[in-house]
């Protein structure tokens, strides 16, 4: 339990770190791409530290997986949009 | 419907990776590799959600699907540490 | 095409994407101006003044982006690679970097470590310049 819990909270700071980088590259390229990769990472890193309090049986609540939907959509449509822009 | 968001994330993960792989491939640039690695590594961590969930729900993978997520992460962490710049 | 489709901003877009070092510029235009020449790694570090891993690298690079290509495989040659459009810009970036030397120098230092342009690249599903669209 205890190896599971300081996994979880191993994820959530290295996603907090990713987003954090991510930004920083944002800030540094202007490119959007690297906000949406910024924001998906930080809205995961909150997703996990939120499932500490549940522990266990988490990943079926419906709050959780509608949450990590959205940073995947988020990343989803940064991709296509660099791709629109591209051909544009 | 959980089922069907893992393999989502699982997919768009997996994408990622696979473009980031093959953009290392083309520049050789570590920086993509390391990101490659995560993303596959998140890829497999969802897939692993979803096979807990829906394919063997009486065998408890949690203790996996936190370890490959962990060692992702830790392969984006040292490549966005050493390979952010230049 | 890009808009806003300013002469300059097509160039300068076309640089900070394509083009990863002043010293990949000076190539480019080099094979550009002396086209259909077939330039060799040597030659190439010869005329940049640079050494010839740093030419081997600059060729492989303009040549994975298909701004020139590989005629010849030892001793490795290279020439451009042309087509209606990219002619078109490659004059364009010609003529405006020996106008505006500085202050595209000036720009292709100040940008973004290249790691992060590959990494935004990578996204990009089509890789190779789109020759037939528009």
Redesign the interface.
């Known amino acids: 339990m205890i190896v599971n819990a300081f996994l979880l909270g191993v994820i959530a700071l290295s996603s907090l770190v990713a987003g954090v980088f991510f930004l920083k590259f944002w800030r540094q390229t202007h490119d959007s791409l690297f906000l949406s990769f910024g924001i998906a990472f930080l809205i995961e890193a909150a997703n996990r530290i939120v499932t500490l309090q549940d522990a266990r049986m988490n990943e079926g609540n419906p709050w959780h997986y509608l949450v990590r939907l959205i940073a995947f959509i988020i990343i989803l449509a940064a991709i296509l949009r660099k791709n629109y822009e591209a051909s544009r | 419907m959980a089922a069907a968001v893992y393999i989502l994330g699982a997919v768009t993960s997996l994408l990622c990776g696979v473009l980031l792989l093959r953009g290392y491939f083309g520049a050789r640039k570590k920086l993509l590799l390391w990101s490659a690695i995560c993303f596959i590594g998140l890829a497999l961590s969802n897939f692993l959600v979803f096979v807990d969930l829906v394919v063997l729900p009486n065998v408890d993978l949690y203790f996996w699907r936190l370890l490959t997520a962990v060692l992702a992460m830790l392969a984006l962490l040292w490549g966005l540490i050493w390979e952010g710049e230049a | 095409?890009?808009?806003p489709n300013t002469p300059s901003g097509e160039v300068d877009q076309f640089i900070l994407e394509q083009i990863d070092s002043v010293p990949h510029l000076e190539a480019l235009l080099l094979i550009w101006r002396t086209r259909p020449k077939s330039w060799s790694i040597n030659e190439m570090a010869k005329s940049l003044y640079v050494p010839a891993e740093l030419a081997e690298n600059i060729l492989r690079d303009l040549a994975?982006r298909n701004l020139i290509e590989e005629v010849t495989k030892s001793p490795r040659e290279y020439h451009y690679l042309s087509s209606r459009d990219q002619d078109r810009l490659i004059a364009l970036v010609d003529t405006t970097y020996r106008r505006e030397l500085i202050r595209i120098s000036r720009m292709i230092h100040a940008?973004?470590?290249?790691?992060?342009?590959?990494?935004?690249?990578?996204?990009?599903?089509?890789?190779e310049k789109?020759k037939e669209?528009e």
Do not use: C, N, Y
Request: aromatic letters at 14%; glycine letters at 0%.
């Open positions: 095409m890009p808009e994975q940008r973004a470590p290249s790691a992060l342009r590959e990494f935004a690249r990578a996204f990009r599903f089509t890789r789109d669209k």
